[in-house]
Structures are given as structure tokens and as C-alpha cells.
């Protein structure tokens, strides 16, 4: 059982010039979980539902400092004065990002971490690591190199080494953020097989379609406070406006409508011929003999994990040297060299492609053209930064921003490049619907200015809100094209939803 | 030594270990070239200066340091470097431990002066090299040319070597650590990140 | 062969050839041990079908070796200290670098960190060495994919200013490693790791009977080598 008593948490943290911020993390929460419940806590982004499941599996107060007020008990254990250590005995944790919550290199050997740090008999626990690997089905996933993994397989492996240590309660924390949908079923399978044990689990989520028939409660946040609660009945009854109007991403994908009606037939395409490239391990490859995509609107190109479509979006931008085949574009054919000229990438990770110490230099670093001078160069970067909001933090190291606004900030700078391919890769991992509407807004904005923009995705509501075209990618080759509209919108739900009611395996 | 050592003191030695052996290892590579194998000592240091820094500014008491530079010759004894390399891995590691605690663990200035104190466990990987080709050079020579000429040479080479070695170390140390000084100041204190 | 010894074995015989070669002379009892050096390498490298390397060893090797034979005598003043050096280094220095490509190559992290627990290394060595191995091929797919954003953005290309190039590199993933180490601390915490706790550990080495053989043969060899 989980016991929250008048809790209060407000984080401590260091501004810049030096001075302490208190930031609230949740008010007034008198919660009692029972044993073996399912509880759901969503709602937007800095809601407070982070804070909550760091409550609950003691890294706060221990690891997380702040001011603290109130109880909190775990299976009989007030978190304040109990160690993770002992904790973690007891309490299990997934966390969002599958690339940096691992701490060994190998599989097996990260699958066994929690339960050898618990001290159990290792003969006991390669037995166990065995009969979890069965009862998950993930044989195929041990002895491996992490490295290696796909985001879904990572998180995976993380699951089964809970499962491996068995505590009574698990957390997770928006466990789906990196996921596509198959590893998100393979998750939601996980959950259901928990909780048939009659673990609690608590997820935090933004995501809720594979939650929704699993979930015995559900938590509104807003402002570190529990706004709402909903029971299982409550849950099922609740339509694509009712979460519309919360705030939060729709239950079931089926309801969400298509945005884009019926088009006339395209202008101008971009088109990929005897495009063919492959790694050097020979793992991941494209071929492509001829493909055409309109160019005057938004493609999203879908595909499971491992189908080819970042090594295709590498190719299409160029950074592929030994890349075989020509990409026809406004009357231009282009090898790698022109296509590096004319593509600009948002990546998954936008850290790795900001490198300025302010927002200004940042957009300006992508005004290449020799011809203009600084003064020129200063004011078109103002004037691209107004158009996104982002102009107040001209002077703003791009580190301190949020992850939302370093994104338009690679997005300004993607402008000021005057490339007029824009490709993003997962723009909206792990985004509300605030932030995901917001995303999608901006990139019809890029639309009108002219752009072609190609957006790796597997956020099914995203791609509703702003996509006009569908590439299906599977196995390195092109499985389908599509426009996207209320006919279509069947192929694309039978790709992303293709069995409607899972059972089997995992 | 106070073993006040969290998870997450250990996991930032850890990772800023990794970093600077993998800052100081390419550049080493580079250094295969011969002409560049000579002022390695000094440029070595100047790169992996900067993460050094950053990792300096991280520590807030003893021993963080002392467990990097052991580890450093742990890694470079089982790549094959002979055993000198512990002694100036761990020399090298405690003056830098020295420094640091003198600054109270919140000076910028220490730390550079500790970026000058650190590099000097690059003497260690090169001070096996050293007396192995000159043992090898003047055995051979000792057949051809006679003793006395060998004994003439022998007096003659290694001293200001040995020192223009060590100065180099400093010298690369003390740029360093000014340029990591720099970069922190104009990336992680503007990002807040210090 | 691939017989699987301990680390621990292969450190011994790591610390065994590297005293003999750095001090070694080149005449009497101490050059056959030299000679033994040289060629045990060699054979641990085919023993764990390490081909290449074992080839390109014996190449090098027998190139310098056919340096100082014939070479050398020929030469002299400049000419001669370079080659004497570079034949110096190479004869000298090899099979500990070979030894140490061989221990890297046939010993997994696991393996090495338990032996590490097993020779008393305190955890908080033994801590931070396990998140080493586990950041580096992270560092490697940050740089990778930073060099892609670079590209892409068409900045640091050629080599015009290489600090600036570095700044552009460094930077970014300077920052990237404090995020990480914050996330990796919290998610080990949860996941029961202590300092001091005692862990146990599925990953099993000991030391068999050809270990204690071969350790057994590394000592006399040292005898020899410092009787004489």
C-alpha cells in the first residue's frame, strides 16, 4: 500500500546567476493506493506527475532535493527515513529515456543489476533471469549488446529486470515516450501480465490508448495538484472531447478524426531514383528504384522500428557519401553533395545539433551566404525568431531553454538555412497535447513558407493534425504512398493499430 | 581520506573518466605519426583539458581525482604500458587532490593550476619509452662503437629530454585548463550548468 | 585452443612480459626470456582466432628484426637513430601492446570487474570503471551523431581552426555527459545500487588448473630473469 499524508515538494534549484529557485512539484496530495491497484496519473507537461512517482520510489527527497512536508509510506516504509537502497527492495522504476537508464552493456548482465544488488544467490538468479526471459518472451533479447537494441527493446529489458527482482510495486514514468506502437503494446502486454500478479503500478503518462482498459484509477494533475480522479467506469466513458478539454491525448486513437480533406492533385514532387545504400555491417540498406513525393506539402513516413527510415532520411540529406542514386527536385537532379545543400534535419536528440552560446548566433551560424553582411544577418534572425516566439531569448544560451524551445530554435535555424527540405526526426517524443498541437502548428507554418517537409513519426494524432502525405517504409523499401484523407486514413490505422485487440505473445 | 562517496559522485567519475581518456587516447593516436609523437606531452593535455575542468567543477570533496587517475592506470597497464605508470598516474592524482582541497573546491583558479598538476601522469607513459629505446639503442651501439661512446651519449641525451618532457606536460596542462576555463564560462555558466 | 584463463591470469602475465621486455638485454638466459615474450602473444592471439592482429604482429616484428639485422649497419648519424629507435620501440614495446590487445579483446567488462572485486579493488574503483565501460560507446554515438548535425549545418569542415572544430564537438558533449551521469545516478539508485552494500555477482571466473600452471611458469620465468 502507498500512503501520501498532506504531501508538499518543491524542488531547489540554481539559476544561472546563482540565486535558489523554488519550483512547486506537488501540493495538498492525500492519496492512499491500494495493494495491487493500477493508477494512472496524467495531464500536461510540469503537472506534477514525475514528481509524484519520484515520491513513491524515494529519489525524492533522496536524489531530488527540495522542501519536503508531509508522509509518505511504502509497504510500511516512511520514504523520508528509509534509503533507496532498502526501497528499491520494494519498489521498481522504469524511467523515459530507454538510452540512459542502463548501467551495464549487456543484457543479461543488466537484466540480473537489481536483483544482485539485493544481494540474491546468483545461481538463483540466472534461474530466474531464465524462467522471466519465457514468461516475457525475450529470449531473442538476451546475452545481447545494448547497444545494439532498438528504444522498444531497451525498454523491454529494463522491464524484465524488474521483473527479475519481482518487487510488489512498480513505477514508471511516461514509460512510452520513445516508443513506437509495437514496442507500446509489447509494454502494455508487460503491464497487463503485473498486474495479473497483483503488483501496483503507477504510470505517469501523456500517451493513454494502452492504458485505458488496464487503468482502476486515473489522476488528473494540474499545478502539482490532483485536479481529478476518475474510476475504471468514469474512464470508459470519456470522449475525445472530454480529453480535448483536460488537455490530455485521447484514450482511443480510433475516435481522433482526420484534418486534411480531400486534395487536388500536386503540383511538383520530389523524386528518388535508384536511390540504394547500405551500411557497412550490412544491417540496415535502402532500395528504392522510384519514388515521388509531392513536395509542396507534408509527408510523414512511417515504418517499424529497423524499416529503414532515419537510414533513408540520412541519405535523402546527403550525409551518405557512398549513397548510389539521384534525388530529382525542382528541375534539379542531386547527388549527395547538392542534396547536403538543400536539406536541413531536426534531429531526435536537439542538443547534438546546437553549438552557439546564444539563440541569435545559433540561427545566424546557418546564414551561410557569403553575400550578406552582420548587420543584414542580425536582423533576419530577429525576424525569424518573432515568428516562433523565440526573439526574448535572442541572447539566451540555447542550453537553458526547454527541450520545446531548443526545437524551435533548430527549427529558426533549420529557416535562416533557406534549405528548402526540412526533415524531423521524431519531433514529438514524449510531448502532451499542448506541446504536440504546437509542433504541428509550426510545421504548417514552415508549409506556407514553401518548404518540403518530411517528418519521421510514429505519433499516430500528430501525423492526423498536420501530415497531407503517408510513405510506408518496411525492410528498406517502399511498402506504400499514400495522400492522407478520410478515405485513406484506413491504411494508416491498419499499419499503426493492425491487430485492434491484441492477445498472444508479447 | 573521508569516503563520503555517493552513487552519484562515483557514476560523474565514471563518465568524465571516460571522456577525458577518450579526449587524451585520440589524441594520443594522432601522435603516431612521428613527428607529432614528440609534443604530445603538450598537446594532449591542451584538449582534454577542457573536460577536465568541466569535471573539476563537479568535485566537492576528496578522492574523486585519485579514483580517475587510478583508473587511468589501470586502463593504460592492461593496453601495455609498464608499471612507471601507476606511480605517476597516482602522484600525478594526489598533488591534483592537494590542489584542489587548497581551493577549497569552489575556485576556478585551482583547478587550472590542478589541470597543470594532472597532466603530469603523461610522463609516466612516456618515461617507459623513454628508457626502452635508450637501453635498446645503446646496447647495440655499445657492440659497434665501444663503451666510452656509448657512456658519452648516454649522459649526454636524456637529461634536458626528461625535462623538456615535464615542461611540456605543464605547459599543455596550464593551456588546458585556461581553455576549459573559457568554455565553461562561455557555454555552462551562460547555460547555468556550473 | 581458446582456453578461457582468468583475468587475473592474463594480468600476470602481462606484468611478467612487461618487466622482462622493458629491462630485458639482449644477450645470455635474458634474451631466450625476451624471446619467449615475443612469441607468447602471438599464440594467446591465434588461440582466440584473432588473426589479423596476430599476422600483422608477426610482420611487424620480423620487419624489425630484418631492420636491425641488415639495415642498421648501413646507416648512420640520423638515418640510424631513427631506425634503431622505431626497431626499439617496436621490438621492445610490441608484445606488451599485443598482451594488452589480447586481454582487451578476449575479456568482457563483467569479467573484468568481477576480477577486479576479486583482487579487493574497492568499489569505488571498481563503481566508476563499470560506468566507463558502459559510457564509452555512448560517447561514440553522441560524436557520431554530432558530426552528422555539423555536416548537415555545413560548419567546422576542413580543417581551418581546429579548436574551433573541437569547440563544436566538445561542447555539446560535455553537456550531454553531466545530464547522463544525472540520469544513470538516479535510475542505478532505484535500481538498489550502494556503495559498499556487497553485491553479488552472476558472472563467474576462477582460476583453473592450466591458470595456475601457466602463473606457475610466469614466476620462474621471473627467477630466471632477475637470478641472472
Known sequence: ?506 | ?194 | MGLKFDPRTKLMLMITIGLIMMSGKLTGPEYILRLVCTAIPFILLLSIKSFKSAILYAILLSGTVFCEGFIVPYTNGVMNLIVMTICGVISRFGPGYLMGWYFVSSTSVSEFITAMKKMHFPDVVTIPMSVMFRYFPTLKEEYLSIHDAMKMREIGQGVKNPFQYVEYVLVPIMMSTVQIANDLSAASLTKGLGVNNGRTHICRISMKAYDWLLILAMVSMLVIFYAF
Not at chain 1, 472531447?241 to 482511443?252: K, M, Q
Open chain 1, 1 to 506: 500500500m502507498i500512503e501520501f499524508s498532506n504531501v508538499n515538494f518543491e524542488y531547489r534549484t540554481t539559476k544561472a546567476d546563482g540565486t535558489n529557485d523554488d519550483i512547486i512539484g506537488v501540493k495538498n496530495i492525500n492519496l492512499r493506493i491500494r495493494d495491487g491497484e493500477f493508477v494512472v496519473l496524467t495531464g500536461g507537461s510540469g503537472c506534477g506527475k514525475t514528481t509524484l512517482v519520484r515520491l513513491i520510489n524515494g529519489l525524492i527527497p533522496h536524489f531530488y532535493t527540495g522542501k519536503l512536508t508531509g508522509e509518505v509510506m511504502v509497504e510500511g516504509m516512511h520514504v523520508k527515513d528509509t534509503p533507496i537502497y532498502e526501497l528499491s527492495e520494494h519498489v521498481g522504476s522504469v524511467f523515459q529515456n530507454p538510452k540512459t537508464q542502463f548501467f551495464n552493456v549487456n543484457t543479461t548482465d543488466e537484466m540480473a543489476f537489481a536483483a544482485e544488488n539485493q544481494r540474491r544467490d546468483p545461481e538463483h538468479i540466472v534461474k530466474l533471469i531464465e524462467t522471466t526471459a519465457g514468461f516475457l518472451n525475450v529470449r531473442k533479447l538476451l546475452d545481447r549488446n545494448i547497444f545494439e537494441l532498438s528504444g522498444g527493446e531497451k525498454q523491454i529489458v529494463a522491464c524484465a529486470g524488474i521483473a527479475v527482482l519481482s518487487p510488489s510495486v512498480v513505477v514508471l514514468d511516461e514509460p512510452s515516450s520513445n516508443l513506437d506502437h509495437d514496442a507500446i503494446t509489447r509494454l502494455g502486454k508487460i503491464l497487463k501480465k503485473w498486474k495479473d500478479e497483483g503488483k501496483t503500478i503507477v504510470v505517469a503518462e501523456h500517451r493513454l490508448f494502452y492504458l485505458k482498459d488496464l487503468a482502476d484509477r486515473m489522476l488528473l494533475f494540474r499545478n502539482g495538484e490532483i485536479e481529478h480522479e476518475y474510476d475504471s467506469r468514469e474512464i470508459s466513458t470519456l470522449t475525445l472531447d472530454d480529453t480535448e478539454r483536460l488537455g490530455i491525448r485521447p484514450l482511443s486513437l480510433l475516435e481522433v478524426p482526420c484534418k486534411q480533406k480531400e486534395k487536388d492533385a500536386f503540383i511538383d514532387y520530389l523524386r528518388l531514383e535508384n536511390f540504394d545504400f547500405s551500411y557497412k555491417d550490412k544491417k540496415h540498406s535502402i532500395h528504392i528504384s522510384d519514388l515521388s513525393v509531392p513536395s509542396d506539402c507534408v509527408t510523414a513516413i512511417i515504418g517499424h522500428n529497423g524499416a529503414g527510415k532515419s537510414t533513408l532520411a540520412r541519405n535523402i540529406c546527403g550525409l551518405e557519401k557512398h549513397c548510389r542514386g539521384t534525388m530529382e527536385y525542382h528541375g534539379r537532379r542531386m547527388k549527395y553533395k547538392d542534396r547536403l545543400h538543400s536539406c536541413y534535419m531536426i534531429m531526435q536528440d536537439v542538443n547534438h545539433q546546437l553549438f552557439t552560446e546564444s539563440v541569435g548566433d545559433e540561427v545566424m551560424l546557418s546564414m551561410t551566404d557569403k553575400t550578406i553582411d552582420e548587420d543584414e544577418k542580425e536582423k533576419r534572425a530577429h525576424a525569424i525568431l518573432r515568428e516562433l516566439d523565440l526573439d526574448i531569448f535572442f541572447e539566451t544560451h540555447p542550453m537553458a531553454l526547454s527541450g520545446g524551445q531548443k526545437q524551435r530554435t533548430a527549427i529558426a535555424s533549420g529557416i535562416a538555412s533557406s534549405k528548402p527540405i526540412l526533415i524531423f526526426d521524431e519531433p514529438t517524443s514524449g510531448l502532451d497535447l499542448y506541446h504536440m498541437k504546437q509542433v504541428a502548428s509550426e510545421i504548417l507554418k514552415l508549409k506556407e513558407l514553401g518548404k518540403t517537409v518530411l517528418i519521421i513519426t510514429h505519433d499516430y494524432e500528430f501525423i492526423l493534425q498536420c501530415c497531407d502525405y503517408v510513405l510506408e517504409i518496411e525492410d528498406g523499401q517502399v511498402r506504400d504512398s499514400y495522400p492522407l484523407d478520410d478515405h485513406t486514413i484506413d491504411k494508416l490505422r491498419r499499419f499503426i493499430m493492425p491487430k485492434v485487440k491484441g492477445e498472444g505473445n508479447v
Open chain 2, 1 to 194: 581520506m573521508e569516503k563520503g562517496f555517493e552513487i552519484k559522485d562515483l557514476i560523474t567519475v565514471g563518465v568524465f573518466t571516460a571522456l577525458y581518456f577518450a579526449v587524451t587516447f585520440i589524441v594520443a593516436c594522432l601522435g603516431f605519426i612521428p613527428i607529432f609523437m614528440a609534443v604530445m606531452p603538450l598537446i594532449g593535455p591542451i584538449f582534454a583539458g577542457i573536460p577536465l575542468m568541466l569535471y573539476f567543477t563537479k568535485i566537492k570533496h576528496f578522492g574523486m581525482v585519485l579514483i580517475t587517475s587510478v583508473i587511468i592506470a589501470v586502463l593504460m597497464f592492461i593496453m601495455g604500458h609498464p608499471y612507471p605508470i601507476f606511480i605517476f598516474c597516482i602522484g600525478a592524482g594526489l598533488i591534483t587532490e592537494l590542489v584542489l582541497r587548497a581551493g577549497k573546491y569552489e575556485s576556478i583558479k585551482h583547478c587550472i593550476v590542478g589541470s597543470v598538476t594532472f597532466s603530469l601522469w603523461l610522463l609516466g607513459m612516456v618515461i617507459a619509452f623513454f628508457f626502452g629505446f635508450r637501453e635498446a639503442y645503446f646496447a647495440s651501439l655499445a657492440d659497434g662503437y665501444g663503451q666510452e661512446y656509448v657512456e658519452q651519449m648516454m649522459s649526454y641525451t636524456p637529461a634536458w629530454m626528461f625535462y623538456a618532457m615535464i615542461l611540456m606536460c605543464l605547459v599543455g596542462g596550464g593551456i588546458g585548463g585556461l581553455l576549459g576555463a573559457k568554455v565553461l564560462k562561455k557555454h555552462f555558466r551562460k547555460a547555468g550548468m556550473v
